[in-house]
């Protein structure tokens, strides 16, 4: 059984669409994030939701909106898309709201998004 | 069953050569065909071709696709170190309504690596 799990893993679109990728985690924990990997392979953290609330929201425009609808399910809308959002998302969970290496993170295998 | 495959899978030079990488494909609806570049984790979308016989450049890399023989091909000339990557060809067979794609069929890909 997959742990994390996010769809769709592969998504191509053009520029001013608006997508969804979802995120599901089988773990029972509380805390669930949405990370952006960008071309130089840096690790972002965007959102955290603990138990359904917004616990971080960095600096990220507000064309991405994360929504939780429970705390297994986060997912991340983006309208308007532009060429500098292509990137692999990481969907990932936790089972308390702290910073790692305390804190044990699933990661689930990401959704790579390329806008063209 | 739809196929894309690549040649050659692994493919070693010096840095100042030329290479050729190939991507030949098999499938029922053809819409796009793109080549990405991968090194470690997060690709880079390299180019998206769309109509047969049309070169896309970019610096010292081109691509150009054969509707009519089912293949693309990657050209990256003076090749540096920094090339060494895998390079993969991925195919879109159905755009949805909304513009995207989450259907694509990748290739193995092209690991390669230039020696300085």
């Known amino acids: 059984d997959t742990a994390v799990s996010q769809t769709p893993k592969y998504l191509v679109t053009q520029m001013g669409n608006d997508k969804s990728i979802k995120c599901e985690q089988n773990l029972g924990h509380d805390t669930m994030y949405w990370y952006k990997q960008d071309s130089k392979k840096f690790l972002k953290i965007m959102f955290s939701?603990?138990?359904?609330?917004?616990?971080i929201n960095e600096t990220v425009p507000n064309r991405f909106s994360p929504k939780s609808p429970d705390k297994a399910h986060l997912n991340l809308h983006i309208n308007s898309l532009e060429l500098g959002d292509s990137a692999v998302y990481f969907c990932?969970?936790?089972?308390?709201?702290?910073?790692?290496?305390?804190?044990?993170?699933?990661f689930g295998e990401g959704s790579w998004l390329t806008v063209v | 069953e739809d196929k894309v495959v690549q040649s050659p899978l692994s493919l070693v030079v010096h840095e100042g050569d030329t290479v050729t990488l190939n991507c030949s494909y098999e499938v029922t609806n053809f819409r796009s065909l793109l080549w990405y570049k991968q090194e470690k984790k997060a690709p880079t979308f390299l180019f998206m071709l769309t109509s047969s016989g049309i070169e896309k450049k970019s610096g010292r890399l081109s691509s150009i696709l054969d509707k009519k023989e089912l293949f693309s091909i990657l050209n990256i000339t003076a090749t540096q170190t920094g090339d060494s990557a895998i390079y993969l060809c991925a195919v879109v067979d159905v755009w949805d309504s909304g513009g995207g794609a989450d259907g694509l069929t990748f290739g193995k890909g092209t690991h390669l690596i230039i020696q300085p």
């Open positions: 990932a969970s936790s089972q308390e709201a702290r910073g790692w290496p305390g804190n044990t993170i699933y």
């Open positions: 939701y603990n138990n359904k609330e917004l616990i």
